[in-house]
């Protein structure tokens, strides 16, 4: 095992995440479902283009997991993945200009730079908003070996050797103890529509369905009592505009995508 420090504006970041910010949670998962997409399209692309790839499945979906007594919140995608020398490059460091610009624009007011974390992508490291603890185990496309990336958000990551089916990434977060909220499949699946409606890939979730009884044909005597079901379900609508017709398309969904689009290119 081998453990990082984490790039200085990286820890800066992190720091805000951990300590200061305090509204606005719920973006994170907007952020991490933004880089499981961004993922897809990468690899869907190489597939396309590029003959080393041609062999590699492209089945894309992203999965949300809350598991209620292990107090986690995975996110999980068949894109492109990391090796190594990614993930020491994308997760121990700030590359992107919107979290610089981010950086660059706070005030020292908590409410303020709280509302900045909304306009800017803030990225992958507003999970530690609501973890406390933070496992990537993700294998690239096209190569053998997968990777186990972890941290608690305190200065250092760790590398490891790991184990994944399939090229993608998985993100397992532990989250705090006050954020029982984000392990709700209603709350989330809000928060998708709100955030992630557009992305043009599914996102599935295990949802609880009610099953009604089942009567006997005078409708009188119960045969079988109602329950519920779990149903692994869409929750997104994953329609890419514009593969839509003009008149299928909302005003607000159009306008959603468009704000949505723009700020995070
Ligand atoms: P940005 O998405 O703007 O580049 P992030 O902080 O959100 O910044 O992510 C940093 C980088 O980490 C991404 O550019 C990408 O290379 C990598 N990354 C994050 N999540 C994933 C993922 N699910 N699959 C593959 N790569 C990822
Ligand atoms: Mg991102």
Request: proline fraction near 2%; charged fraction near 30%; aromatic fraction near 8%.
């Amino acid at each position: 095992m081998a453990k990082h420090q984490f790039q200085t504006e990286a820890n800066q970041i992190l720091h805000l995440m951990i300590h200061s910010l305090y509204s606005n949670k719920e973006i994170f998962i907007r952020e991490l479902v933004s880089n499981s997409s961004d993922a897809l399209d990468k690899l869907n692309m190489l597939v396309l283009t590029d003959e080393k790839y041609k062999d590699v499945a492209f089945n894309p979906r992203i999965d949300i997991i809350a598991d209620k007594d292990a107090k986690t919140l995975t996110i999980k995608d068949s894109g492109i993945g990391m090796n190594e020398e990614d993930l020491m490059n994308n997760l121990g460091t700030i590359a992107k200009s919107g979290t610089k610009a981010f950086l660059e624009n706070l005030s020292g007011d908590q409410k303020e730079d709280s509302n900045l974390i909304g306009q800017f992508g803030v990225g992958f490291y507003a999970c530690f908003m609501v973890a406390d603890k933070v496992e990537v185990t993700t294998k690239k496309a096209g190569e053998d070996k997968a990777f186990v990336w972890t941290s608690a958000g305190d200065g250092s990551f760790e590398i490891e050797d790991g184990e994944r089916e399939g090229h993608g990434t998985t993100i397992v977060m532990h989250l705090k103890e006050e954020e029982d909220e984000f392990l709700e499949v209603h709350r989330i699946e809000s928060i998708i529509k709100k955030y992630s409606n557009h992305i043009p890939f599914p996102i599935f979730m295990d949802k609880e369905k009610f099953i009604p009884a089942v009567m006997d044909d005078e409708g009188k005597e119960e045969i079988e009592p109602s329950r519920t079901e779990i149903v692994n379900e869409q929750i997104n609508r994953a329609n890419a505009l514009w593969t839509m017709a003009k008149k299928d398309i909302t005003d607000e969904e159009y306008k959603d995508f468009y704000s949505q689009y723009c700020s995070l290119k």
